[in-house]
T-cell receptor
């Protein structure tokens, strides 16, 4: 079956450290992968996308990697801050068209 | 520039009733998708509208239906509500979603009692 898996356990890190979140997928061959941030009671906010022919993408303190052989994307936040605390979702375009399928999300808590 | 606007923000309905949720997409966006999000889960795709037609549909029963109007705004209708329909319903809009991602509204929190 097709799955998009993210760490279900919350990730707790200290301020200033690098947070690394993992997204693994099975039985998909996505051409694009996207990452979103979601705060409690709010809708997801688009952060970054990466294409299958791109190994790495950066935006300010954010970095995303995409390994189509391992079927995995890593999402890094460097110099993390308490304001980065949120749930982070990875998403793939699946089944043709523009249907975006989400993983379950990983909750990140950045502590002082 | 207003983003995606959803109404109402909260709603309480009784089992068996019908509900209509509304969405105004971000200005310039022509594609609207609806998602259902249960607590602690990722959003689940319900369906997508483009040019006033349903283009794709997720694994949701026919009780879930929708509409897109000429101004790109959209409605989600759910008939014969079940307790399990209680969730956050999210609307997302985009222009060229593969390149630009989706803009989400803050959602409608539906509680079925």
């Amino acid at each position: 079956s097709q799955k998009i898996e993210q760490n279900s356990e919350a990730l707790n890190i200290q301020e200033g450290k690098t947070a690394t979140l993992t997204c693994n997928y099975t039985n998909y061959s996505p051409a694009y992968l996207q990452w979103y941030r979601q705060d409690p009671g709010r809708g997801p906010v688009f952060l970054l996308l990466i294409r299958e022919n791109e190994k790495e993408k950066r935006k300010e303190r954010l970095k995303v990697t995409f390994d189509t052989t391992l079927k995995q994307s890593l999402f890094h936040i460097t110099a993390s801050q308490p304001a980065d605390s949120a749930t982070y979702l990875c998403a793939l375009f699946t089944g043709g068209g523009n249907k975006l399928t989400f993983g379950t999300g990983t909750q990140l808590k950045v502590e002082l | 520039d207003a983003g995606v606007t959803q109404s109402p923000t909260h709603l309480i309905k009784t089992r068996g009733q019908q509900v209509t949720l509304r969405c105004s997409p971000k200005s310039g966006h022509d594609t609207v998708s609806w998602y259902q999000q249960a607590l602690g889960q990722g959003p689940q795709f319900i369906f997508q509208y483009y040019e006033e037609e349903e283009r794709q549909r997720g694994n949701f029963p026919d009780r879930f239906s929708g509409h897109q109007f000429p101004n790109y705004s959209s409605e989600l209708n759910v008939n014969a509500l079940l307790l399990g329909d209680s969730a956050l319903y999210l609307c997302a809009s985009s222009l060229a979603p593969r390149q630009n991602g989706y803009t989400f509204g803050s959602g409608t929190r539906l509680t079925v009692v």
